[in-house]
Every structure is written in structure tokens, then in C-alpha cells.
């Protein structure tokens, strides 16, 4: 009668790779998230789920200020948040800038577009 060999418990296995890189550039995850998180608080108050902007941010954890600056991104341009979603924005463009006051209507939002945003 033969004797089974031991089995080990842990098996290694090496698996030969290289990254490559590819052209393109890199999406601003923050901004993209920020700018998908603003459509659907917008998406989630006009449903009625929440009345207020304050009672949504209770619901979410979070500053009721910070919803609101987040919130203001749904006011962008169609032009700049197709750039943003694309990958296509200039390196000036960032969630902290875009926090900050902008002009509402598009046609102010222009001189933004032209200046910041690398339309390709």
C-alpha cells in the first residue's frame, strides 16, 4: 500500500503581467462623483421624497451647506458637465473651484467653457 502525499494548505501561484498604458487622460474621480451625486440629490428632491435641502442632508449625514454647494453643480452647463463626465476638463478644473460661486446662467457660464474646459 502506498502512502498519499501531504497536500500543503497554501498554494502560490505567479502570474507574469506588465501594466501599459494607454493615451487618454485621467478622470477626476472627485468631480465626477460630486457632479453624480448632485443629480441625484436633485433627482431625489424633486421626487418628493425630502422637502428641503435640510432634511435630505439629515437623511444623508452630511452639512447641509456642503449639499448645497454640491448642488449647485446641476447648474452647469450641459457643454461643461459632458467635458467633466468625458474626462475633457483642463487640470484648473476642480471639485473645490467648482464649490465656489459661478455665474447660473449658461450664457455667463460661456467664458468658463472657453477658458477652462479643453473642448476637444
Excluded at 498519499?4 to 493615451?23: C, S
Excluded at 454640491?70 to 474626462?87: H, K, N, Y
Amino acid at each position: 500500500m502506498s502512502r498519499a502525499k501531504a497536500i500543503p494548505e497554501t498554494i502560490t501561484i505567479h502570474v507574469p503581467f506588465h501594466i501599459v498604458r494607454r493615451g487618454g487622460r485621467k478622470m477626476d474621480d472627485a468631480l465626477v462623483k460630486a457632479l453624480a451625486r448632485a443629480f441625484r440629490w436633485k433627482r431625489i428632491l424633486e421626487s418628493g421624497d425630502y422637502t428641503t435641502i435640510a432634511d435630505l442632508a439629515k437623511g444623508e449625514s452630511i452639512a447641509p451647506s456642503y449639499m448645497t454647494r454640491v448642488m449647485r453643480m446641476t447648474l452647469l452647463a450641459p457643454e461643461i458637465v459632458e467635458a467633466i463626465v468625458d474626462g475633457r476638463q483642463g487640470q484648473e478644473v476642480t471639485l473645490a473651484k467648482l464649490l465656489e460661486p459661478f455665474a447660473t446662467e449658461w450664457v455667463s457660464q460661456q467664458h468658463l467653457s472657453r477658458s477652462v474646459i479643453i473642448m476637444l
